[in-house]
């Protein structure tokens, strides 16, 4: 009988995009994650910043990594990498089952290169 964290991690294997963390001037090696952006802006508006023009929002994303990549070891400081694209982690989990950590989630802000402002 095949186990939980196997299944997902095979899951995330297929349904993954390629990423690495990078912090500090250090890079990890590339692996498969699951990042999708959350639409509901109800449930996923955590930070609204607000201008003299008006609310500004970031946007924000789901991880979901298998449990050979701990995401609550890296510090405040370390970005996921895809696609050319940084974002940080705004909080970060493990998930367990029968006390074994069975994958990592999280929520990710994206971030703009180049400039003062956030997206």
């Given at each position: 009988m095949?186990?939980?964290e196997f299944?997902?991690?095979?899951q995330?294997e297929?349904a993954?995009k390629?990423v690495r963390?990078?912090?500090?001037?250090?890079?990890?090696?590339?692996?498969?994650?699951?990042v999708?952006?959350?639409w509901?802006?109800?449930s996923?508006?955590?930070?609204?910043?607000?201008?003299?023009?008006?609310a500004?929002?970031?946007?924000?994303y789901?991880?979901?990594?298998?449990?050979?990549?701990?995401?609550?070891?890296?510090?405040?400081?370390?970005l996921?990498?895809?696609?050319?694209?940084?974002y940080?982690?705004?909080?970060?989990?493990?998930v367990?089952?029968?006390?074994?950590?069975?994958?990592?989630?999280?929520?990710?802000?994206?971030?703009k290169?180049?400039?003062?402002?956030?997206?």
């Amino acid at each position: 009988m095949m186990n939980q964290e196997f299944i997902i991690k095979k899951q995330i294997e297929m349904a993954g995009k390629e990423v690495r963390f990078s912090e500090y001037g250090w890079d990890s090696a590339p692996f498969r994650a699951v990042v999708t952006h959350l639409w509901r802006r109800k449930s996923s508006d955590f930070e609204p910043k607000f201008t003299e023009i008006g609310a500004a929002y970031s946007q924000y994303y789901l991880y979901i990594g298998s449990s050979e990549h701990d995401i609550t070891s890296l510090s405040d400081d370390a970005l996921l990498v895809m696609d050319g694209e940084k974002y940080e982690f705004k909080c970060k989990d493990a998930v367990f089952f029968d006390n074994r950590i069975i994958y990592y989630t999280g929520i990710l802000r994206a971030l703009k290169e180049n400039s003062d402002y956030e997206i």
